[in-house]
């Protein structure tokens, strides 16, 4: 057994429970206790860690595309259309496994000393990208994409592969495999029907891209006179392990089919506001026990990996959204990235700090004026979400795991693998 001592303990739950003086004992990767120091069972020959800060749970990233930190900042400033055009897919088609391989390791380092602990994958290679979390000691679930590209097959070929990667999952909650039908509009409906029938029967998570934009379903729409979450709903895909990216542009409709079928929403206020989509119904969604957790979505479209900058751009928006600074609580905006986000992804597992629960665990350095003054338990969270950042993260730990040590990856070379991602994002960009 391994005995951590901290300042406190953030649970990450929607309260914002705070447990100062704490102790959290750790075994077989699992959380055995979690409590105040006076109250710690015996610690036997337990190895004792002191932590002088404070201990979250290892944050949630609901969406995200990692490997795409090949293409982060290119092409800014374009229009939608002449980014994917002139930017993204060129770069994509030469994309080969090693790339995505090489590249999952860098942006999984860079979650985990970011104190991201589990990310949501939807990228091409799923085993390439299972090698690299492996190696960096995340983890994290795995969509296998579904979507009609030259070169990836199709989307029978697509679904039999995550199938098969999932029924081969070592299920040791380390990797998880997931479907990943990319949305309605570029995937036919008869296969979302399929993918959602397979995800129920083998209970895997179905990640979808749900009203993102204001247009997408335009064409569906006129087509079908359905809105993107009715077309789903009558389309048998709702139901099971279901979440939602983005889900920006929804109506009152809309949400009501969303908590009847208890579809989760990967919030990603980041790319939603640089890529100007709009602003989700965070609010709205919550008071109707819609259950919702953060994601970064892609570099390419964030362009960065820090959920505590989305967490905190979630707060923001919510209360501009409402024009009211009560619209998300700080304890709420860290919920969202820990304990909701794990709810969110089908993960009770994760997410909190809590007996039984996985040992995600994060080590804040609280000694900085940014954690300044405290004078109850409750402004640690304050701080934790408007001003403290990933900058303050010291150390991870992973299923009981140090990755990260006084911010630095113990199982990979960061400067190595920065370099390599520069020579193959040149190589993609073909100069
Ligand atoms: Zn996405």
């Given amino acids: 057994m391994e005995r951590f001592t901290a300042r406190a303990v953030v649970v990450g739950d929607r309260a914002g429970s705070v447990i100062p003086d704490a102790v959290v004992d750790v075994e077989d990767g699992l959380i055995r206790w979690v409590g105040p120091a006076a109250e710690a069972p015996d610690a036997g020959d337990a190895q004792v860690t002191v932590l002088p800060g404070v201990l979250t749970p290892g944050l949630v990233n609901t969406h995200s595309h990692a490997p795409m930190v090949l293409f982060r900042g290119q092409g800014e400033g374009l229009p939608l259309d002449r980014w994917l055009r002139e930017v993204m897919w060129p770069r994509e088609a030469r994309l080969t496994p090693e790339d995505v391989e090489v590249a999952m390791t860098a942006a999984s380092a860079e979650m985990l000393r970011h104190g991201v602990t589990a990310s949501v994958e939807m990228y091409f290679h799923p085993e390439r990208i299972a090698a690299a979390v492996t190696e960096t000691g ?44 990319h949305s309605a509009y570029t995937v036919p409906l008869p296969v979302l029907t399929q993918a959602a029938e397979a995800a129920r029967k083998h209970d895997l998570l179905l990640t979808v891209h749900v009203a993102e934009t204001a247009t997408e379903g335009d064409e569906l729409l006129a087509t079908h006179g359905l809105s993107v979450p009715s077309l789903l709903a009558a389309h048998d895909v709702l139901g099971g392990r279901v979440l939602g990216a983005h889900c920006v542009h929804m109506d009152d409709g809309d949400l009501e089919l969303w908590r009847e079928y208890d579809v989760a929403v990967a919030h990603c206020p980041g790319s939603n506001t640089k890529l100007a989509s709009g602003t989700a119904r965070l609010r ?62 089908g993960r009770e597992d994760l997410g909190q700090l809590t007996t039984g629960r996985r040992a995600d665990l994060v080590h804040v350095d609280s000694e900085d004026i940014a954690f300044v ?19 303050h993260v010291r150390d991870t730990w992973v299923a009981g795991r140090q990755v990260v040590r006084d911010g630095v990856s113990t199982t990979v070379d960061e400067a190595a693998l920065r370099a390599d991602v520069q020579a193959r994002a040149m190589r993609l960009a073909g100069r």
């Avoid at 969509?143 to 990836?152: C, E, Q, R, S, V």
């Avoid at 039999?160 to 029924?167: E, G, I, V």
């Avoid at 008071?287 to 820090?306: K, Y």
């Fill in 284 to 345: 709205d969604m919550l008071d109707q026990g819609i259950r919702v957790g953060m994601g970064t979505d892609g570099p390419a479209s964030n362009d960065n990996l820090d959920l505590f900058e989305d967490l905190r751009l979630a707060a923001q928006l919510a209360r501009l959204r409402e024009r009211d600074a009560t619209a998300l609580t700080a304890p709420e905006a860290f919920w969202l990235a820990s304990g909701a986000a794990a709810a969110a992804i």
């Fill in 373 to 391: 003054p405290v004078g109850d338990a409750l402004d640690l969270v304050t701080h934790l979400v408007w001003s403290v950042g990933s900058r």
């Fill in 138 to 181: 995340a983890r994290a679930v795995i969509a296998n994409p579904l979507i009609g590209l030259p070169g990836f097959g199709s989307f029978d070929e697509q679904l039999d592969t995550a199938l098969r990667l999932a029924a081969g999952a070592a299920g040791d909650g380390l990797v998880e495999y997931g479907i990943g039908p």
